[in-house]
C-alpha cells in the first residue's frame, strides 16, 4: 500500500546484509603461516601444488615448494586446498 503510513525509525530497524568478510579466510591462512603447515592445492585444472603458504593478499597466495621453484597462485584458479597429512596414501 504505497500511501499506508509509515512508523517512525522503521529505516533504522531494517535488517542489515551480511558482511562482505567474515575473516575466517584470514584466520585459516594466518593459522596456517604460523604453523608453516604442508598443503596440498589443487587448481581449477586438477593439477596439484604442495608447498606451504607463505604470505597472501586479496588476489593471491605464495607457496614454498621443496623441490621446484616458489610460486605465486592466484585465488581463482584454485579450486580447493587442505593439509598434506590429512591426504590418503
Do not use: C
Not at 4 to 15: H, V
Not at 40 to 47: A, C, N, R, Y
Amino acid at each position: 500500500m504505497p500511501n499506508a503510513p509509515r512508523k517512525p525509525g522503521n529505516a533504522d530497524t531494517r535488517k542489515k546484509p551480511p558482511p562482505v568478510e567474515t575473516l575466517a579466510e584470514v584466520f585459516y591462512y594466518r593459522k596456517q603461516i604460523d604453523a608453516r603447515t604442508e598443503m596440498v592445492i589443487v587448481l581449477q585444472d586438477g593439477e596439484q601444488i604442495i608447498g606451504t603458504i607463505e604470505w597472501y593478499d586479496l588476489d593471491s597466495l605464495k607457496i614454498n615448494r621443496k623441490d621446484a621453484p616458489n610460486i605465486l597462485l592466484p585465488k581463482h584458479s584454485i579450486k580447493y586446498m587442505f593439509k598434506a597429512e590429512d591426504r590418503a596414501e
